[in-house]
């Protein structure tokens, strides 16, 4: 009985050694699905919500700016946001469907 044991914690171990093995090879593959998964959402804008007028966005107004993609709601607004992207984008919230609540002043 104790060398089937013996036996079996072997084997089990070999069979570890071996996943751990492969897992270490595999990251290569893994990343370059993330970046395919990456650029196939960049065309999308990031935020739902108008930065300069703060009104819902439409997506067919937008602007590339550092690689990614901003909504605007209308012509007006984007002509403002191309003379200071940095300044409306930072009034998106992370998921880019509201305001900051602490950059709202003008
Ligand atoms: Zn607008």
New binding site residues.
């Given amino acids: 009985m104790k060398i089937i044991t013996f036996l079996a914690v072997i084997v089990v171990f070999t069979a570890m050694v071996t996943i751990t093995a492969n897992a270490q090879n595999d990251p290569t593959k893994v990343q370059k699905n993330e970046q395919t998964t990456v650029q196939q959402d960049s065309n999308k804008p990031v935020n739902t919500i108008?930065p300069?007028?703060k009104?819902e966005a439409d997506p067919e107004v937008t602007y590339t700016y550092n690689g990614k993609t901003y909504a605007?709601?209308?012509n007006?607004?984007l002509k403002k946001f191309k003379a200071d992207p940095e300044k409306y984008i930072s009034r998106l919230s992370d998921d880019g469907k509201s305001i900051k609540k602490q950059n709202q002043e003008k």
Avoid: A, G, T
């Fill in positions: 108008c300069v007028s009104e605007l709601c209308c007006s607004c």
